[in-house]
Every structure is written in structure tokens, then in C-alpha cells.
């Protein structure tokens, strides 16, 4: 697979509305396209297109700082995407109560490592 693609498997939910991807780039107003076009830069580079963005202001920054952290919880987005991920595909973490989508997504990540 090329620099800048995405396996099929994530190329379909890659930036959905309703996941962080998704909600980072509705922040910032930025478009799918933009972000996998990141894939061919290295870490200055991209740390110098976002900041050139007119949307990424510090205000905008800071407001998506305090966003991300609550993805998930009551009176944040995402609240109802973790009701129904956690129904579905997160079924097998469903005996643990998340607060955020973080904390699902790490416990998620942390299972399939020590199932690996």
C-alpha cells in the first residue's frame, strides 16, 4: 500500500460524522480528502499546513482540546455514537462503564494487544 492510502478496512468509517476523525475535521472544517493527502507528509510538515489553516486559530485549538477530551460524555458529541457502539461493536467491553470515547477505543486497543 502506497504512503497516503488507507486499508479498506478503514477507508470506509474514516472520518464519519459520527467518530473523532470525523468530529476533528468538522471542528476545523476540513475535508476527508485534506487529511489522507497528510499521508505523504512527515510530522513538521503537516504541524505547519494545519496551523496555516485559517480554521485552526488558537481559540479554535483550545476549544477542540476541551472537546476531545469529553468525546462521548453527556452533553458532548459523540454520546449517542458510545450508546450505540458500545451495543454493537464494542459488545465485549459492554460490563465496564466509559465515560469518554477514548476510554472505550484504549481498553478496546488494550484487549486485542494482550490477545495478540
Request: aromatic share 10%.
Amino acid at each position: 500500500m502506497a504512503k497516503g492510502q488507507l486499508t479498506e478496512a478503514f477507508a470506509f468509517p474514516f472520518c464519519h460524522p459520527g467518530a473523532v476523525d470525523g468530529q476533528f475535521l468538522m471542528h476545523f472544517q476540513l475535508s476527508r480528502e485534506q487529511i489522507i493527502a497528510l499521508g505523504t507528509m512527515n510530522n513538521e510538515e503537516v504541524e505547519a499546513w494545519f496551523l496555516s489553516l485559517p480554521s485552526a486559530t488558537p481559540e479554535s485549538i483550545t476549544a477542540w482540546n476541551e472537546v476531545a477530551v469529553n468525546l462521548g460524555r453527556p452533553g458532548y458529541p459523540m454520546e449517542e455514537t458510545k450508546i450505540r457502539g458500545m451495543a454493537t461493536s464494542y459488545k465485549h467491553l459492554a460490563d465496564r462503564n466509559f465515560e469518554t470515547i477514548f476510554e472505550v477505543l484504549s481498553a478496546d486497543d488494550e484487549l486485542i494487544r494482550s490477545t495478540a
